[in-house]
């Protein structure tokens, strides 16, 4: 199946976009560990050195143009059988015992066409060892493009918590209705429609669109077949139907035409989103307490500055630039990206700071003004005591301007934490923005539409 030419542009387009957020990123923390900036701390740059291996493992990855398909179930729901069928032959272990896969597995399928795909053949999610399968089932579903949810019936209240689990992965699903062989059309009618209605999650309570459920039988049943000989004797076999698979296969294949560049890329940039994510946390935990030195070094200046200072614009101007200095040195101390995102938001918490010095300004220019006042009006007053009242209120005007003036340094100095932690997913070229960039050109029709319900409230403002 041929795409149009504005499909394979866009795909093509998210594709390149994807590379290049990675190179940049890629570029920046090879960058800090050339510059030193890593290397100043051996345990810092030990940290973090896995994440920035699969920064590089992920990219290599879309250049290799490899979509992962990965499927998850319960144990006995047929997940080897379903890949076994796709791929039209039996690779992956099969049999009546539970727990058959005991570790992921993955064999390649080259279903037409350029399109390479990588099957991952998963152990049931409830099977033993709980927490050790449920950390796999999160790395597995991380690095896949697109999951594959292996039901034979009604869904359960565990395979329903399993695949709101799924979810979080803001990964592409489809479920898959397994064995529907051995039920009746009317009962297989029914529950594909309360399937349509519990595999969407929680989300909004919308269905599934055709799209994101298929109904197969991976591995029929045998039937018995009644056997006519030429002389009359009749007698009776076991014969086992082919596969049937045929619409989960186009169903993948329409998903690949029509998405498939646009599911590597986002994939891409959802790993690279959560690895920066990572560098960013670990380095802020390590430096921590450096970083409240740093934020009280600055609020103690800024708070002696500004009530020392007599000329209320002089202290908005001097706050503003001791606020700027200070988000300098904790990028300087992080060694983390500053964009040009996080920098908007930085300077209006700059601007809302310097609006409450202004404001503590206007109120203590009422107050010495209120002193001088009732000072020059009442009639017999000793001019020593008209002093000491301004001065008075001079000084309370000067220490309620100090104590706005340091808080507001030191919210700063805190916001500018936050900011440099998690902006360094956005920018131009930050996975994040790009992630909102593709989502926003999806067509209605495609299998990636519904993510934009999921990442809706997940990567708003940082």
């Given at each position: 199946m041929s795409q149009p030419n504005s499909v394979r542009n866009l795909q093509e387009t998210h594709l390149n976009r994807a590379r290049a957020s990675l190179t940049q990123a890629i570029s920046w923390y090879s960058y800090l560990r050339k510059s030193g900036q890593l290397s100043s701390k051996p345990e810092l740059a030990g940290l973090v050195k896995p994440e920035i291996e699969t920064l590089i493992a992920t990219l290599n990855k879309l250049d290799s143009n490899v979509v992962r398909i990965a499927a998850f179930g319960l144990v006995s729901r047929g997940k080897?059988?379903?890949?076994?069928?796709l791929l039209g032959e039996k690779i992956l272990q099969t049999g009546p015992l539970n727990g058959v896969t005991q570790w992921p597995r993955s064999v390649r399928w080259k279903p037409g066409g350029k399109v390479l795909v990588e099957l991952i053949d998963t152990p049931g999610l409830d099977e033993i060892e709980g927490e050790s399968r449920a950390q796999m089932a999160r790395d597995v579903a991380r690095q896949a493009d697109l999951i594959l949810f292996v039901v034979s019936g009604d869904i359960t209240r565990t395979e329903y918590q399993g695949l709101l689990e799924l979810r979080k992965a803001q990964k592409p699903l489809i479920l898959v209705f397994n064995k529907v062989d051995l039920y009746p059309e009317i009962d297989r009618k029914a529950i594909y429609k309360n399937l349509q209605q519990l595999g969407a999650g929680n989300l909004h309570n919308k269905p599934l669109l055709p799209d994101e459920i298929v109904m197969i039988a991976a591995e029929p049943a045998p039937i018995e077949v009644r056997i006519e000989y030429p002389d009359g004797n009749l007698s009776y076999e076991w014969e086992t139907p082919p596969p049937q698979v045929d619409e989960l296969k186009q169903t993948i294949l329409n998903i690949l035409n029509r998405e498939g560049r646009s599911l590597l890329a986002l994939n891409a940039?959802?790993?690279?989103?959560?690895?920066?994510?990572?560098i960013a946390e670990k380095t802020i935990d390590s430096r921590q307490q450096e970083a409240e030195d740093i934020i009280w070094k600055f609020t103690k200046y800024k708070a002696l500055a500004v009530g020392l200072n007599p000329v209320p614009v002089l202290d908005i101007i001097g706050g503003a630039i001791t606020d700027l200095a200070l988000i300098r040195s904790l990028a300087k101390l992080y060694g983390l990206p500053m964009t040009g995102y996080e920098a908007t938001n930085l300077l209006k918490s700059i601007l809302f700071s310097s609006g409450g010095l202004l404001l503590g300004e206007i109120g203590s220019n009422l107050m010495l003004g209120l002193g001088n006042t009732t000072g020059g009006i009442v009639p017999g007053d000793n001019p020593l005591n008209i002093t000491v009242s301004g001065l008075f209120a001079?000084?309370?005007?000067?220490?309620?301007?100090?104590?706005?003036?340091?808080?507001?340094?030191?919210?700063?100095?805190?916001?500018?934490?936050?900011y440099l932690e998690k902006g360094c997913t956005w920018g131009q070229l930050g996975a994040n923005t790009v992630i909102q960039e593709i989502l926003s050109q999806v067509d209605k029709n495609t299998i990636l539409y519904r993510l934009r319900e999921e990442f809706r409230g997940k990567i708003g403002d940082v």
């Open positions: 080897s059988a379903v890949l076994n069928s940039l959802i790993q690279a989103r959560d690895a920066e994510a990572t001079k000084l309370t005007g000067g220490i309620a301007q100090a104590s706005i003036a340091g808080y507001g340094s030191y919210i700063i100095g805190k916001a500018a934490q936050v």
